[in-house]
């Protein structure tokens, strides 16, 4: 998390006459006259971020008119305003010109991708979607590209990397203009490759107008975000916009889900398939398969053969059968944007595969030596991610499985009880607890999850399962508790906030990083009972 104002832009910008801008993209100004010799070099829509010479877009909202900020983006130096016809009636007298358009959100991003040269044009892109999974795959992709030689640029929830330029993000993926100065950035920064999530928000909200991305790639979909997008089919077709010539020129669709088939289906750019589990009886054949998949340090190693016979061996130490298909993801990709297989192969021999360190992702905090329990910190925030992290676990618990995790306050509701379930049917000792209440009463959330998960363990101890269910809060408690009681063959996941630093109640930021808790707890453990 980041301040509101923090931005990674170019160093070096370039002049562009407005005159030009309202010409190329039908902008009406009341008096043209004023345009002449006027000139901009940026873009921003939130008056905070404004630098001099910038264009101020003032755009409708769900909170507030960006309109309303006009005064105070010129006042730092912003040298015209783009709004639609309602933001124009308030903006009073201003003293730069105003351009005006019916829907300025459909044209943040290509106007902001032109004042900065179509930086995305430069750059190969690859952009990932799906429900979970986008974090993990980009910093893979990353990983490998470096391995190959390229200079890697990332833009993702965790942080913006361009260079050495690195920010940690607010969003997974940043508003149409402040991507396209990270994108004019990179360029300048020597970037070659960009790694990028792209959220559905983003693609619904215009964020990504103004990129073509080289290789989209589809990793899954499952139940989040219907707070904003309603149900599961408009989720998924926001989603499926990424597969269309307006925003890819190719894509690459791990198919383990009927939603990956229905997006391969649903895709009018071409599209490779990539599948890493048995196939649903009438499926249609993947172009790429997963095969062989063997443990191998902390992760997998995998085989990736196409359905031409060309084949490779990878690996990734990140554990679960859920990041060899990010992995497999991340290759395809690679090769999707023209990489000859016999290069990449090398690149993974050079690079330990896909072993990319990945912030608050199956990140192990404490590897466990019998005495203190393993502790591993991760980013699982809906059901089926909290699913796979604890049956990522499992095979290699000795002990018991111990969980900790919440639900986020004032976002989709539907899914505090499956949660709940979810952890009683993966776990053996269930702590419920709080993530990010926002303004929502916290203890009213974890009611939600713990009823869900005390019917779930209701069930199991009749069916003869040992599973415990507790509530524990604040969090920074429930950690160490969990931790300081833990048996050393046990495991220890505190899921869901994974590199989140800040925890949000009530409009006031704490912080709070569950790796630093976690790590405390183990210290306070090792104190009363050192390692033998
Ligand atoms: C639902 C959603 O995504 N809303 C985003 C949207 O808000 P909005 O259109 O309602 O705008 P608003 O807050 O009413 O403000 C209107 C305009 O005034 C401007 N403004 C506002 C206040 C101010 O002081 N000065 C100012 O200039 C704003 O920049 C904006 O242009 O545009 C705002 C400006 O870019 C975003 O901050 C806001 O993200 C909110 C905070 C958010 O939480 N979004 C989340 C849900 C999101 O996008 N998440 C996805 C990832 C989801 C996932 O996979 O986990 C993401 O890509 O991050
Ligand atoms: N391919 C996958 N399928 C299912 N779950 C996954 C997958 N990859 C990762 N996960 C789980 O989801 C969590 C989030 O992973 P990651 O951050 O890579 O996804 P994301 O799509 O970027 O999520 P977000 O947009 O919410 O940040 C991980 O901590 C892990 O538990």
Known sequence: MTSPTDRIRPAVLVPRPVAELAARFDLTTSDPGTLAEVQVTAVASDNRAVSDGDLFVALPGARAHGAAFAADAVARGARAVLTDPEGAADL????????????????????AAWVHGAPAERLTTFGVTGTNGKTTTTYQLDHLLRALGRRGGLVGTVETRS?????PSRLTTPEASDLQAVLAAMCEDG????????????????RVDGVVYDVAGFTNLSQDHLDFHGDLATYFAAKAELFTPARSRQGVVVVDDVWGERMAAAATVPVQTVRTGPAREGAPAADWTVAEVAPRGTGSAFTLTHADGRSLRAWTSLPGHFNVANAALAVVMVLASGVALDDVVAALEAGDGLSAQVPGRMEVVGPGDGTHPRVVVDFAHNTDALELALAALRPTTTGRLVVIFGATGDRDPGKRPLMGAAAVAGADVVVVTDDDPHDEDAAAVRAAVRAGAEAARDRAVAAGRDVTVTEVAPRAEAIRRAVLEAAGTDTVLVAGRGHETL??????????DDRVEARAALRARAERTPTA
């Open 163 to 167: 260079g050495d330029r690195v920010l």
């Open 503 to 512: 925890q949000e109640v009530r409009g006031v930021d704490l912080e709070l």
């Open 191 to 206: 970037v070659d490759s960009l790694s990028m999530e792209v959220s559905s928000h983003a693609i619904a909200m215009h």
């Open 92 to 111: 009073g007298d201003l003293s730069v010109p105003v351009l005006v358009t019916d829907e300025p959100r459909l044209l943040l991003g290509p106007v």
